[in-house]
């Protein structure tokens, strides 16, 4: 592996290069630097810097190898679902570099989230799922990864023997006991896949990381999702996963209306969608572990230490199931 992602993006010679493409596509919109060019945050797998302009405050995220899909992702789902989904201003795909305009405070920084907040938001993603879905070659093609049903026993099998490899003091370890436990649960999570595979909804985008953080409520009352870095190809009900996790633990928000929010969208009984995300809960923990995996490929050691816990703890979920 080369240098760690981290430690690419805030070398002076990357920054340089990043701020002369900055520069350019400011040229090319015709709007004007006002301002010194910020790097608030930097992470494992994705840096941001804030960039003022004359024209409002842009936000540039730069993304590792994993996640370099997202700029030309967040493009096409824009132009699949424009009332959804807002356009970059400006993308380089090959570098995983975007440029957005900045829009405001996300709702975990407006508000407590309502229930009639989280209803909207989730009609809002099956929204953008049911225009996606046709589209498959298409985001494929661009490097959305292929997490979809029939592809999940082959994954989870792959992480199990990766991770079971790892040294005894790797924090995405896996040791016999845990392994042993994960091959007896291996049938229910092929029951799984059958049903989804069977079942109502379709394989499509689904965002990965459904919460208030990445979320824009906007003044008419709609919500905006963001933040698509976690993306995938994959059964539409797995876009409900993270919610369900956030408003059971996080809230005391009742979680059946926001589900049959979501069943509605889909013209289904609340009862049915209620059967498949049992499936996709199995599903779903099997992808997040493996996409947190490839997240930190390009991580260092120490990050490791911080992050790496959460491919073991997504891929233990599988033992969870009823």
Known sequence: M????SARVVDGDWRQAAEAWIHDR??????????????PRVRPWSTQLTVPTTAGRLWFKANAAA??????????LAGLVPDAVDPPYAIDAARGWMLTRDRGVTLRETREPTLADWQ?????????????????DRLLAIGLPDYSPATVLGRFDRVVEIFSHHPADHPAHVDAELRRRLADARPVLADAVEVLSQGPLPT?????DVHPNNVFALEDG????????????????????????WITSLTSLPWDPVLEAYADAWDLEPRVMREVLVSAELTQAVNRAASWSTFLDEATAAEWQTWGDGPVRHLSRVLDAP
Do not use: K, Y
Not at 32 to 37: F, K, R
Not at 126 to 132: C, L
């Open 120 to 136: 909207r938001i989730v009609v809002e993603v099956a929204t953008i799922q049911q225009a996606a879905a046709p589209h498959r």
């Open 26 to 39: 400011l040229d090319q919109h015709g709007d004007v630097l006002d301002g010194p060019i910020e790097q």
């Open 2 to 5: 080369g240098r760690p992602f």
């Open 67 to 76: 996640l370099a899909f997202e700029p030309a992702l967040q493009l096409e």
């Open 222 to 245: 709609s919500m905006r999702v963001f933040d698509f870095g976690d993306g995938q190809w994959a059964n539409a009900a797995e876009a409900m996963c993270v919610p369900f996790g």
């Open 204 to 208: 499509t985008w689904q965002h990965g």
